[in-house]
């Protein structure tokens, strides 16, 4: 019985052909024109480069026919005129233009191959935009980033070798099948024809097995890869726990496993090249001694002898190149299907057919029992109920896992609440566009996390097209300017990778400023400050203070003395709301949020 977990040759034969149904669009699209104009003019190429090609070893023939003087019976008397020396250049000129159809044939399908890689890499990486939160935490990105490169790089392979490679092959071998059969007889088909079988049987056969191994390989190859990229982003940790020994044996054995599958790729292609070299040379042995044998007893000539040797290694060269092919477009099939796969992935979180985009008059937000879990048996929030009017502050407090920064993630439509309602301005977020939505909503996470370029370009990140002064006049209200003018390279200083060159309050500065510069009429502010020193923390607040002026405020905190001055006050425990108020009305209440805030108050006296 076959393991449900490893594919069938019946699902490899159906997961190729799905590959090329998908495939095969980028060669023949409706629009545009061109495309289509390229591959025939290109196809074109290919039938003049086989033609001549096949033509080519009989003037090699009439060159040694006229050199030894025994011409054939069946050879032109116009083309014996051109003589030797005529014949020999007529010979290099076929071979010239045989190349150059070929040459010819890539340049104008060169285009259409990088349109299409373009445009799957494109779409590839639009859709793994789309997908949910809850796909993105559960998948390792090295892991991802190498499906990506893989079947990305097999695009445009595939879609040369479809077209130049099996169907020109065919072509090509029947050409010569021709020639063989009208200029000599039957048995001479006959062993070339059972020599092609048994080559293509012989490596088709083995190249399935190797397809097997190659799979094993890639997938470790993408497990060092991933161990690889996540060490590397860890690279602070890494020192702190003095571990790079550890990293260093965790990526070697990750690598003596790719090193295993890869030495049995290596040897099992050894052994494909000499069963294929074995094939070939057994049937050229055999044609060239039955010409041999025709040469001795007078019915064929020198030029015949020399012909048949060109028109086999002129086989032997192609059906090389099958095995080749044969192997790379298997390979291509296995990282593209892996790659479609992804594609395939349904994204967690659309729009719903219809969506209209958001429109916000006043910013106002609701939580109406609001019931949630990343896992179904283990729900987060209970039951929730929140009103966050237009224009107000509110904050969410509780304890760690109480389901806080659970509500950011749901207003940001990162994941759909499983019960009850979350609406803005009395419009349900399930039922607005993504875009519209993310547009409305400014945030500012605990740790932001800045992209490898310049200040400028991650403080511009806020709203696309934004000019220089706009750009200034956000860093301004961050409280970001005047540091940035200090440094040698002011706006255009490199931030380094995840902003690790800059500070934890200058990335929060900067992170702030791009949020400003995004303008949107509600904020979302998630423990914004907590991972900053008290000074630090101070001057952020200032800066958030200015940012949230004239917005729609929901701040998740746990650091209480940073939401004192808040408009509300909800408080979390277990996923529900237990108390709201002001802050001084909860303290009055002695109840759960003043138990919090005397233990932080002793925290900090200590």
């Given amino acids: 019985m076959t393991d449900a977990a490893t594919p069938t040759a019946q699902d490899e034969r159906r997961s190729g052909l799905r590959t090329i149904r998908k495939v095969a669009p980028y060669l023949w699209p409706e629009d545009p024109a061109w495309v289509r104009k390229r591959v025939v003019f290109a196809m074109l190429a290919l039938l003049a480069s086989k033609v001549v090609a096949v033509a080519t070893p009989y003037l090699y023939k009439l060159a040694v026919d006229s050199l030894s003087g025994e011409d054939g019976a069946a050879d032109p008397v116009w083309m014996l005129g051109l003589g030797a020396v ?120 083995v190249t399935e097995w190797r397809v097997k191994l190659r799979r094993e390989m890639n997938d470790q190859d993408t497990d060092a890869n991933q161990k690889a990229i996540d060490s590397l982003l860890n690279f602070e940790t890494v020192k702190y726990f003095g571990a790079e ?58 030029g015949d002898f020399v012909m048949v040797n060109a028109y086999m290694i002129q086989i032997t060269m192609p059906l090389n190149f099958l095995g080749t092919v044969y192997r790379e477009i298997r390979q291509a099939l296995v990282d593209m299907g892996e790659m479609f796969d992804l594609l395939e992935q349904p994204a967690e979180i659309s729009d719903r057919p219809g969506a209209r985009d958001l429109d916000v008059k006043g910013g ?86 800045l992209f490898n370029d310049t200040i400028r370009y991650n403080i511009a990140y806020g709203r696309e097209g934004a000019s220089e002064a706009e750009i200034v006049e956000a860093a301004k209200a961050a409280q970001i300017h005047d540091f940035i003018q200090s440094l040698p390279e002011g706006y255009d200083t490199a931030v380094g990778e995840r902003g690790l060159k800059l500070s934890g309050g200058e990335k929060q500065r900067v992170g702030i400023a791009r949020t400003l510069l995004k303008d949107p009429p509600i904020l979302l502010l998630d423990e914004a400050t907590s991972a900053l020193d008290t000074e630090t923390e101070h001057d952020i607040q200032e800066a958030l203070a200015r940012a949230g002026a004239g917005r729609t405020v929901i701040t998740i905190a746990h650091r209480l003395s940073t939401i004192a001055d808040a408009d509300r006050i909800v408080v979390l425990q277990d996923g529900e709301v237990v108390e ?17 805030w005397h233990m932080q108050e002793r925290e900090d006296a200590a």
């Fill in 245 to 302: 020994r550890w990293e260093a044996a965790r990526y070697d054995r990750a690598m003596e496993g790719y090193e295993a599958a890869a030495l049995k790729t290596a040897y099992s292609l050894a052994f494909l090249n000499f069963g294929q070299a074995f094939l070939i040379t057994s049937g050229l042995v055999i044609v060239m001694v039955m010409a041999a044998i025709g040469v001795q007893n007078g019915s064929l000539t020198v």
């Fill in 580 to 596: 709201s108020g002001t802050h001084a009305d909860l303290l009055a209440r002695d109840g759960r949020y003043a138990q919090l």
């Fill in 364 to 449: 106002a937000v609701r939580l109406d029992n609001v019931r949630f879990g990343y896992d179904a048996a283990r729900p987060i929030l209970r039951g929730v109920d929140v009103d966050v009017p237009a224009g107000q502050t509110v904050a969410i407090v509780g304890p760690s896992g109480s389901g806080k920064s659970t509500i950011g993630r749901l207003l940001f439509r990162f994941y759909d609440v499983q019960g009850g309602g979350l609406s803005i301005d009395g419009q349900d977020v399930r039922d607005v566009t993504q875009e519209s939505l993310h547009a409305a909503i400014g945030v500012v996470p605990q740790d932001t996390v």
């Fill in 86 to 205: 005529g014949l020999t250049v007529a010979y290099g000129g076929a071979r010239l233009m045989s190349n150059g159809f070929q040459q010819l044939r890539d340049a104008i399908f060169a285009r259409v191959g990088q349109r299409a890689l373009r445009m799957l890499a494109l779409e590839t990486f639009q859709h793994i935009h789309r997908l949910s939160m809850r796909y993105h935490i559960t998948r390792k990105t090295g892991g991802l980033s190498r499906i990506i490169e893989r079947g990305v790089k097999g695009v445009e392979f595939l879609l040369r070798f479809l077209l130049f490679s099996i169907g020109p092959l065919i072509l090509e071998l029947l050409l010569i099948a021709g020639v063989l059969f009208a200029l000599f007889d039957v048995w001479y088909l006959a062993v070339v024809a059972g020599t092609i079988a048994l080559y293509v049987w012989f490596t088709f056969k």
